[in-house]
């Protein structure tokens, strides 16, 4: 088994390539795509040596019903090797078309139900603020379509009150959810005390100074828009 982690984002469609089957949910992957690749390139602060270490940030993937693309960053940051890609979906391979994080190194939880990766991100962030731990920051990301599950918006009232300050949500917007924001997905954080920046999801500058803004005492989302799901 090899890993290399030498990859750059033009090779990421050559990486999506390798992973084909039924159920492939490849617009809900294509969609996180770019979010994807600027947090684990320029912002996260982990890589597969610090996989386990306990001041590592943490990233919980969500929107785990729709993987490639996510498999796809993680083979090129070196965390996984890119010889698993062709077997995705099948019964002896390690990525599944949900993420185990048993099976997968680098994923922090098994997700694509959707309303839970919200909720299991604020018990990170408390958990690290129990230990101490105030430098790693814990990011999740979520799509759209889960803001229809109110296990969500129990979380997010909650971390706003609790000022979890390292704690970061992106929620990628395809124009996918059932019930309408009124005001605005980004509304409905601020709403609750936290930090928010609504952004172009394809423009990785943009994403990267939305990231990175400051947000003292507050968590912080960012809204993601990319294409609406039905205009393809």
Do not use: C
């Not at 770019?34 to 610090?50: H, K």
Request: net charge negative; aromatic share 8%.
């Amino acid at each position: 088994m090899t890993i290399t982690a030498d990859h750059g984002y033009d090779d990421l469609p050559r990486l999506m390539s390798l992973m084909t089957g039924d159920e492939k949910h490849d617009f809900a992957a294509t969609s996180t795509l770019d979010v994807l690749w600027v947090l684990y390139d320029r912002v996260l602060d982990v890589t597969p040596e610090r996989a386990e270490a306990r001041d590592r940030d943490r990233f919980l993937l969500s929107k785990g019903h729709g993987p490639m693309a996510y498999y796809a960053v993680l083979a090129a940051k070196g965390f996984v090797p890119e010889e698993w890609l062709p077997g995705f979906g099948a019964y002896d391979s390690p990525l599944g078309h949900h993420p185990d994080r048993v099976l997968v190194p680098g994923a922090e939880i098994g997700s694509g139900s959707l309303g839970h990766g919200l909720p299991l991100a604020v018990g990170s962030a408390l958990g690290l603020r129990a230990q101490g731990l105030t430098e790693p920051a814990v990011w999740v990301l979520i799509g759209d379509a889960e803001l229809d599950e109110g296990s969500n918006h129990e979380a997010i009232a909650y971390a706003g009150a609790a000022g979890l300050d390292r704690l970061h949500t992106v929620v990628v917007d395809n124009a996918s959810a059932s019930h309408a924001l009124p005001g605005g997905i980004a509304a409905r954080f601020e709403a609750a005390n936290w930090s928010t920046a609504t952004v172009d999801g394809r423009d990785h500058a943009a994403l990267y100074e939305a990231f990175t803004a400051p947000h003292p005492g507050r968590p912080h989302a960012v809204v993601a828009r990319v294409e609406p799901k039905n205009a393809r």
